[in-house]
């Protein structure tokens, strides 16, 4: 059974940094090898969003515009783990983050732009909470 364990999260200043982790289990080293792994977030009375996602086959990185700049994926294959590094955080920042496992990717493209897949990713871990007070 595929698992993901997300951590991490508390309460920081604005402008400060957090590093969230995320463990996952339960995959064979060749099928987690071609998951993308994302992280999203969802704050109170919101919608979830698409924050960042790395692809474990050719570590692909993308990210959503609130976060250029500020946010860094990474994943340790060895350890199995994926990081959020969050720098220069606001209180918009605030909310519960999650991470999330698929085969297909983060997000879908189309004419239209990019959609994240922020309730139809294939696993789910609980979520973290990160607050940032002003």
């Known amino acids: 059974e595929v698992q993901l364990q997300a951590s991490g999260g508390g309460l920081v200043q604005a402008g400060g940094s957090l590093r969230l982790s995320c463990v996952v289990s339960?995959?064979?080293?060749?099928?987690?090898?071609?998951?993308?792994i994302g992280w999203f977030r969802q704050a109170p009375g919101k919608e979830r969003e698409g924050v960042s996602c790395?692809?474990?086959?050719?570590?692909?990185?993308y990210n959503a515009d609130s976060v250029k700049g500020r946010f860094t994926i990474s994943s340790d294959k060895a350890k199995n783990t994926v990081y959020l590094q969050m720098n220069s955080l606001k209180p918009e920042d605030t909310a519960v983050y999650y991470c999330?496992?698929?085969?297909?990717?983060?997000?879908?493209?189309?004419?239209?732009?990019?959609?994240?897949?922020?309730?139809?990713?294939?696993?789910w871990g609980k979520g973290t909470q990160v607050t940032v007070s002003s």
């Open positions: 999330a496992a698929d085969p297909l990717g983060c997000a879908a493209y189309s004419d239209y732009g990019i959609s994240w897949k922020s309730y139809s990713m294939d696993y």
């Open positions: 339960g995959f064979t080293f060749d099928d987690y090898a071609d998951y993308y």
């Open positions: 790395i692809s474990n086959s050719d570590g692909h990185t």
